[in-house]
């Protein structure tokens, strides 16, 4: 199949943007871990971003790898949209009722209501078989504290038993559920209820997302495919309450909107602008909380037409310009590596799909970054970094599996102080695979790791 992001590609974009520059602290990294200011991974995942005093507060599911049982919702905050605190784990498991133990939690929303001035909290509740859904809602008069869960949000004294969801907060600070397959409700002044149906968009899908820029509303919506990724679309309307228009793919077709889907659309304000920031989740199921990465990108609106023409790794949240990453990093002769048996030189790419093999490196700076290969057949790496003493200072799951082939940068390590290190990239035998509640298969169909490019940096 060809590739949406051949290699060449890729160089040629990193060579086009160089002249950019990489702008320490401003560029979102799209498609790999990112880490707080605790060197954990960022997890957050189904997430929304609330605006507070300038200061962003970005909230998601806590995932786990072991179950996709309920764990709770994290919180973290930044004044940059790239470095991210960790707050809190603000909603934890209940003792009982709709996220009590093995129960399901997931696409979590936050908006504070004008009204009452505290802040509300969404999200989807469900058994384990997603055979009892309901939408839930929680309160907290602080951003960042302890959110009571107060129980099933009502609609004509009734719980809402649906799934998929999502919040939208007007600019008259009203505020409106988004249901997956159309429904559009809005919440009481006091957003602890339903106040009405205002719309039904026919033909919507899952994980909708709304947001306005220029008196128009837009819609968008993911498709039916499990944890896969495919290519999503959007609607648009002159008010909220309609009419709705279908439009088309806001990302090219193929590209299953850049390997993610919608979760949120976060309105950036610049000066007297305000820009949409889609925010996407690249889900790697069954490691949730240690593999599943974000696609962050600006939208481009004009009348009803919205888009993401072209797909950046990496873009710098004050410039809103694609910026080149690897600028500084040093290429790391990838013959200088001592291979075990089971790894092979392809055209100049090391390859394994051998369960358990492992290459290591010794360098002297900072921190790396690894470029490879993600494809049908791709699996789980582990990526670790150790120091002098051989004590690991760094270590995750890297997912290597996507439905189209793709080359990008997989992971770049926490900067660490200047030293010697090892890095080690190891073939895990795990195999990115699952099924949808009607058991059809998704997912890989091998164990694959691969290596294009090593980037070392000394600062």
């Given amino acids: 199949m060809r590739p949406f992001f051949s290699f060449f590609i890729l160089c040629c974009f990193w060579a086009r ?12 990294v799209n498609g790999v871990p990112w880490f707080d200011d605790r060197g954990n991974i960022v997890n957050a995942h189904g997430a929304c971003i609330v605006e507070e ?15 996709n049982a309920f764990p709770g919702f994290s919180c973290y905050s930044s004044d940059n949209l790239v470095d991210w605190k960790f707050e809190n784990v603000v909603l934890r498991v209940q003792p009982d009722g709709i996220l009590g133990p093995n129960r399901v939690g997931e696409r979590v929303k936050v908006m504070k209501c004008p009204k009452t001035g505290e802040y509300v909290m969404f999200m989807h509740a469900d058994d384990m078989r997603y055979k009892d859904p309901c939408v839930g809602y929680a309160t907290c008069k602080t951003i960042n504290g302890d959110y009571q869960l107060q129980g099933p949000l009502l609609y004509q004294g009734k719980p809402i038993k649906r799934w998929d969801m999502g919040t939208f907060q007007d600019s008259d600070g009203k505020g409106y559920l988004l249901i997956h397959h159309g429904p559009v409700y809005r919440l009481s002044d006091d957003f602890r209820s339903v106040e009405t149906e205002v719309a039904f968009v026919k033909g919507a899908g899952e994980s909708p997302a709304m947001f306005k820029k220029d008196g128009t509303y837009y819609l968008l919506c993911s498709n039916l495919t499990s944890w896969e990724k495919n290519d999503n679309f959007y609607f648009t309307a002159p008010q ?8 088309s793919l806001f990302c090219p077709k193929g590209s299953l909107t ?29 490691h949730q909380a240690s ?9 481009q609106t004009e009348g009803t037409n919205m888009s993401i023409p072209v797909y950046w790794q990496a873009w710098d949240t004050g410039t809103l310009q694609p910026v080149n990453v690897l600028k500084g990093g040093k290429p790391y002769p990838l013959k200088k590596i001592q291979r075990p048996p ?4 392809d055209d100049g790419t090391l390859v394994t799909d051998t369960p358990g093999s492992k290459i290591e490196m010794d360098f002297k700076g900072t921190h790396v970054a690894v470029v490879g290969e993600a494809g049908p057949t791709g699996g789980y790496a582990r990526i670790s970094v150790l120091d002098a003493r051989q004590d690991t200072v760094y270590s995750s799951l890297v997912d290597y599996y996507s439905k189209h082939t793709e080359t990008a940068i997989r992971v770049i390590t926490p ?29 890989s169909k091998g164990c694959q790791v691969n290596i294009h490019r090593i980037y070392t940096f000394k600062k």
């Avoid at 593999?291 to 990108?297: D, R």
């Fill in 240 to 247: 909220i309450e309609g009419p709705w228009t279908r439009r």
């Fill in 342 to 345: 089971h790894w092979r030189m």
């Fill in 291 to 299: 593999a599943a990465t974000y696609v962050w990108m600006p939208l």
């Fill in 258 to 286: 850049y390997n993610s889907q919608t979760t949120f659309v976060f309105p950036l304000r610049r000066g007297q602008d305000t820009i949409p920031i889609f925010m996407g989740d690249r889900w790697s199921y069954p």
């Fill in 415 to 443: 900067r660490k102080p200047h030293a010697r290190y090892t890095l080690c990239i190891e073939a895990t035998g795990i195999i990115p695979v699952w099924t949808d509640k009607s058991r059809n298969i998704f997912g």
């Fill in 17 to 28: 943007t160089a002249c950019l520059g990489q702008i320490p602290g401003t560029a979102v």
């Fill in 53 to 67: 005093n300038g200061r962003y507060y970005l909230f998601g599911e806590w995932k786990s790898d072991k179950s």
